[in-house]
T-cell receptor, first 113, second 109 residues
């Protein structure tokens, strides 16, 4: 079974803090994704990576950066957290083959106060 | 860019009633996927449809892909309380998946 884990289920940070969200997958997947989920807005893609050290902006990259130094790990960084970044953050991974099935982690609920 | 619209946003049904959610894409899709997210959980892959007009069943769930490969539906027959959650459709766009906003299903017992 594919396993995608995220470093924290719940996180509370202060405005202006630098925040790191970690995601690890154990299936040697090439592609990894970071989404945020807000009520009524569905899943919005922040950044994705199709290989080590490679990254591409998604639909809402402003205020975020990412890092992928190893294949199994994909980190989301909030350079200076703001209250409008309070959200559920979901990491996902999938293979590089034609199947687009994505495997999601349990999510991190981030609150910025 | 590609857009995926999903309706309804929310549906509240009596246990035993049927439920349908609809998904429409602004572009022709090579395939469409459906995911289910239980309350407090994360999205879990249900199925992928690839062929024009394809119909697939999983017990009480029936998935359809339109002839033009621009729309899809998920129908649940005789809903149960275990069906509660949010159902998302998603279509590929390059290396990405574009998700619909989801339909929240609540079931009254």
């Amino acid at each position: 079974d594919v396993k995608v884990t995220q470093s924290s289920r719940y996180l509370v940070k202060r405005t202006g803090e630098k925040v790191f969200l970690e995601c690890v997958q154990d299936m040697d997947h090439e592609n990894m994704f970071w989404y945020r989920q807000d009520p009524g807005l569905g899943l919005r893609l922040i950044y994705f990576s199709y290989d080590v050290k490679m990254k591409e902006k998604g639909d809402i990259p402003e205020g975020y950066s990412v890092s992928r130094e190893k294949k199994e790990r994909f980190s989301l960084i909030l350079e200076s957290a703001s209250t409008n970044q309070t959200s559920m953050y979901l990491c996902a991974s999938r293979t590089g083959t034609e199947s687009y099935e994505q495997y999601f982690g349990p999510g991190t609920r981030l609150t910025v106060t | 860019g590609q857009q995926v619209m999903q309706i309804p946003q929310y549906q509240h049904v009596q246990e035993g009633e049927d439920f349908t959610t609809y998904c429409n894409s602004s572009t022709t899709l090579s395939n469409i996927q459906w995911y289910k997210q239980r309350p407090g959980g994360h999205p879990v892959f249900l199925i992928q449809l690839v062929k024009s007009g394809e119909v697939k069943k999983q017990k009480r769930l029936t998935f359809q892909f339109g002839e033009a490969k621009k729309n899809s539906s998920l129908h649940i027959t005789a809903t149960q309380t275990t069906d509660v959650g949010t159902y998302f459709c998603a279509g590929p766009w390059g290396n990405k998946l574009v998700f619909g906003a989801g339909t929240i299903l609540r079931v009254k017992s």
